[in-house]
């Protein structure tokens, strides 16, 4: 089945790089997408990767796709404390009505 | 880019009561919405897929009954809590793809959310 998992937590000094993993199922995906959520906000795409990459950048945001261990990684340079949100990992399975599979989100704590 | 708008962005009512919340996008056309649920520290629940002009595809165990999903035009869906009830209260998000005039990645663009208390 379609299935996005996420770590929940993740803490940080500010200045330091931050990694979120994310791992999914379906490897049909067109597209590989992180979106952002701050407190009592609605979600902003974050950046995306097109699935024949297998790095994207763009100035802090680096996405790292490894297709073989269905593995996505967001890497953070620099965190800031605006930073802190909830990421969302998700994918678009080419089956299944074009329906966004969400994972659970990790939430990013920047400790100043 | 494109922007989608929620309204209202917090409402409190009595229980019993029904409530409505608005999507719209404000500068493109959107045959279909997607509404969603979130719970505290949880993630977004999907409730269902709003197609303008026809009837919404509800998700499995969200009941069509209490979550009225209207969807009259390509710009406006709307989500209708039905005799609210505490359990009801939640963060409720819409969403829309925009589709055709330039590459398609299949964004999806979130309006603000509204937040739900049913007393």
């Known amino acids: 089945g379609e299935d996005v998992e996420q770590s929940l937590f993740l803490s940080v000094r500010e200045g330091d790089s931050s990694v979120i993993n994310c791992t999914y199922t379906?490897?049909?995906?067109?597209?590989l997408y992180w979106y952002k959520q701050e407190p009592g906000a609605g979600l902003q795409l974050l950046t995306y990767?097109?699935?024949?990459?297998d790095m994207k950048q763009d100035q802090r945001l680096t996405v790292l796709l490894n297709k073989k261990d269905k593995h996505l990684s967001l890497r953070i340079a620099d965190t800031q404390t605006g930073d802190s949100a909830i990421y969302f990992c998700?994918?678009?399975?080419?089956?299944?009505?074009?329906?966004?599979?969400f994972g659970a989100g990790t939430r990013l704590f920047v400790k100043a | 880019g494109a922007v989608v708008s929620q309204h209202p962005s917090r409402v409190i009512c009595k229980s019993g009561t029904s409530v409505k919340i608005e999507c719209r996008s404000l500068?493109?056309?959107?045959?279909?919405m997607f509404w969603y649920r979130q719970f505290p520290k949880q993630s977004l629940m999907l409730m269902a897929t709003?197609?303008?002009?026809?009837?919404?595809?509800?998700e499995q165990g969200v009941e069509k009954d209490k979550f009225l999903i209207n969807h009259a035009s390509l710009t406006l869906s709307t989500l209708t809590v039905t005799s609210a009830h505490p359990e009801d209260s939640s963060f409720y998000i819409c969403?829309?793809?925009?589709?055709?005039?330039?590459?398609?990645?299949?964004?999806?663009?979130f309006g603000e959310g509204s937040r739900l208390t049913v007393l």
């Open positions: 969403s829309a793809r925009l589709l055709g005039g330039g590459p398609n990645t299949g964004e999806l663009f």
């Open positions: 379906d490897s049909s995906s067109t597209y």
């Open positions: 990767i097109f699935s024949n990459m």
């Open positions: 998700a994918e678009i399975p080419n089956t299944g009505g074009f329906k966004t599979i």
């Open positions: 500068d493109f056309q959107a045959t279909t």
């Open positions: 709003s197609n303008e002009g026809s009837k919404a595809t509800y």
